[in-house]
């Protein structure tokens, strides 16, 4: 993977898993959260692209309990544990929600200028801020970040944009692996035929060392390299 860009994926860094009050919490090896900030310090400083995943659940989840599912209710968008733990880093952050996005449809996004109205935003300019520092954040009702429909043309946009898929690395990390939400991202990324690490410092199993294991197992048979 030497020569190539990295671009960064942060997966579902939410109060509701990483803080042991969270409703949904995943205990993680120490160091993990510490391994995740310096991560974002060192691609703020270095350029280093961000994308990532929050979990952006309607009170109506069918996965939470109350519904007929399997978890309690967790990641309920506009609750204290949907926010991120590092919400400082990107210093800059555009959470793109659930939408259809191709180079011919547009993101909306508030105004620059007072009376100016809404923007619009393509896959494409995206992509330019994720370069310019931007974190974006797609948000999800379900395991993938790619379950975002708008993921697919930014992740291509923003891959085009550095020099194609052959000149690229993504770096997955967060919560969580054990056949969860960080796999679903980096199995993502692999099937689209990108080159795609897992940090495992930088993650918290579902299943602790088991889960881990076979994570490590069934991506690395997937293409996906675990770091």
Not at 66 to 76: D, E, S, V, Y
Not at 115 to 135: D, I, T, W, Y
Not at 148 to 168: H, R
């Amino acid at each position: 993977m030497s020569g190539r860009r990295r671009i960064l994926v942060d997966v579902d860094t939410q109060h509701d898993f990483v803080d042991p009050a969270g409703a949904l919490y995943v205990p993680a090896d120490d160091g993990v959260s510490d391994a995740i900030s310096m991560l974002l310090q060192e691609a703020e400083v270095g350029g280093v692209p961000v994308l990532g995943s929050v979990d952006s659940h309607a009170y109506d989840a069918w996965e939470f309990e109350g519904n007929g599912g399997p978890f309690p209710a967790h990641c309920i968008k506009g609750t204290p544990g949907w926010l991120r733990v590092h919400p400082q880093l990107p210093a800059r952050t555009r959470f793109v929600p659930m939408q259809v996005l191709t180079p011919e449809l547009r993101n909306l996004v508030g105004e620059s200028v007072q009376g100016g109205g809404p923007r619009e935003l393509c896959a494409a300019a995206l992509a330019e801020e994720a370069l310019a520092g931007v974190g974006l954040y797609f948000e999800k009702e379900v395991y993938s970040l790619f379950d975002n429909p708008a993921a697919t043309s930014v992740v291509a946009a923003l891959v085009e944009a550095m020099g194609g898929s052959d000149a690229v690395v993504f770096d997955v990390f967060g919560y969580c692996t054990g056949g969860y939400c960080v796999d679903a991202a980096a199995r993502g990324l692999a099937e689209r035929g990108y080159a795609v690490r897992v940090l495992s410092a930088a993650t918290a199993p579902i299943g602790g060392a088991q889960g881990a294991e076979a994570s490590e197992a069934a991506l690395t048979e997937a293409g996906v390299q675990w770091v």
